[in-house]
């Protein structure tokens, strides 16, 4: 069975602030996805980034960057000098192939980020 | 940019009422997915479908609630009869079966309040 673990529930940092959002997973199959999306508070799923398992390669996108490792099974998510617009709940995901025809998300609880002007 | 469009986005509705939930996904993706979202349990898988056939609804409660695919266009789910449990956001997504790097793409949600 797969499992996605976020163990911060709330984070609360002051506007301009580095902040790191932790992701853990577990799984056995050696084929997998790794996903953050955002949730604002709006309400709306908004994906950030995907990896796959055989590319452990870190990415940054502007403000936002993914430290990937597969020996830790983490897939923790930096934010650079944050903003009050980085506020939200933010959700680590894991994909494999479910065996019924396709591959199956399963969510850790979410990080909610509240950012302090 | 494509967008998984769900109707409606809010619903209020007393006990034992059936409700039907729309979602509409992008144009081409050929799998589809229905989730709950509770402050309790969070995100949960109920259903999903590829090239309209359901694959898996272990997800569900099975004896009020069910979901279909009339055509590749609209999805729907059916909660009948309701109870306030079901109180609940409600996602529908929409993705590539085979496209494994490719992400779900989520429509904005159906709130659900049983009273």
């Known amino acids: 069975a797969q499992k996605v673990t976020q163990a911060q529930t709330e984070i609360s940092v002051v506007e301009k602030e580095d902040v790191t959002l932790d992701c853990v997973y577990e799984?056995?199959?050696?084929?997998?996805?790794l996903f953050w999306y955002k949730q604002p508070p709006s309400g709306e799923l908004v994906f950030l980034i995907r990896r796959n398992s055989f590319d452990e390669q870190n990415e940054i996108s502007g403000r936002y960057s993914w430290n990937f490792q597969k020996s830790t099974s983490s897939f923790n998510f930096t934010i650079t000098a944050s903003q009050v617009v980085d506020s939200a709940v933010y959700f680590c995901?894991?994909?494999?192939?479910?065996?019924?025809?396709?591959?199956?998300?399963?969510f850790g609880k979410g990080t909610k980020l509240s950012v302090i002007p | 940019d494509a967008r998984v469009t769900q109707t409606p986005r809010h619903k209020v509705t007393e006990m034992g009422q059936e409700v039907t939930m729309r979602c509409q996904p992008i144009?081409?993706?050929?799998?589809v997915f229905w989730y709950r979202q509770t402050m309790m349990q969070g995100l949960e898988l109920l259903a999903y479908?590829?090239?309209?056939?359901?694959?898996?609804d272990s997800g569900m409660p099975k004896d009020r609630f069910s979901a279909e695919m009339p055509d590749a266009t609209l999805a729907t789910l059916k909660i009948q009869p309701s109870e306030p449990r079901d109180s609940a956001v409600y996602f529908c997504a929409s993705g590539f079966a085979f496209g494994t790097n490719q992400p779900q793409h989520f429509g904005d949600g159906t709130r659900l309040s049983i009273l």
């Open positions: 995901a894991l994909s494999v192939w479910s065996g019924a025809g396709s591959y199956q998300l399963t």
């Open positions: 799984t056995r199959d050696t084929t997998y996805y």
């Open positions: 144009l081409g993706h050929n799998t």
């Open positions: 479908f590829r090239n309209r056939a359901p694959l898996d």
